[in-house]
């Protein structure tokens, strides 16, 4: 049995036949139409994000199976937070230009948005299967650490801060 992957980039729920799918499917003489839509199907809920796809082709039979990754940390929290953007520069104060007066000299606040304790877990939950680790409560610690570098707040608190509240046991009941 003979098999050939195809990986892609695919915005959730809207996989066309287009490149980079459908050449590679067309070469592999599958039915692009029936792998398109069922990839559709399992991307539905991760619409507006890019999720990674896998495409593995029996070349002998033409059968097919769809491997549905999931999208970055990063593209979940975007979506909880409803930015386009994420800081560039997060929890850090870039330094006023020299000579600068007034307003200029007030750089903006280093962070994009808050996410609650609740859309935490539901970005852990989903990222779960991909993180090397067995409880949620560390998932959960591991998105709040990449909410450092994005520059975003969890409950209005330093991620860091969170992460200390989780290790005291403050969010235990919602990590059941």
Partial sequence: MAEKSVKALVEGGKATPAPPLGPSLSEAK?????????????????????????????????????????????????????????????????????????????PEAPFEGSLTFDQLVKIAKAKVGNMQVIELKAAV????????????KIED????????????GKWDEKLK
């Fill in 157 to 168: 608190k330093h991620p860091r801060d969170i992460q200390k509240e989780i290790d005291e």
């Fill in 141 to 152: 610690k591991q998105v709040a650490g990449s909410c450092v570098s994005m520059g975003v």
């Fill in 30 to 106: 599958v039915n692009v139409g029936q792998v398109v839509a069922k990839i559709n199907e399992m991307t539905k809920d991760f619409k507006g994000m890019q999720v990674p796809v896998e495409v593995i082709i029996d070349t002998d039979t033409k059968e097919f199976d769809v491997k549905v990754g999931t999208p970055p940390v990063s593209a979940m929290v975007k979506k909880e937070l409803g930015l386009d953007k994420l800081a560039k520069t997060p929890w850090t104060i870039p330094k006023p230009k020299e000579g600068a007066e007034g307003e200029q000299a007030q």
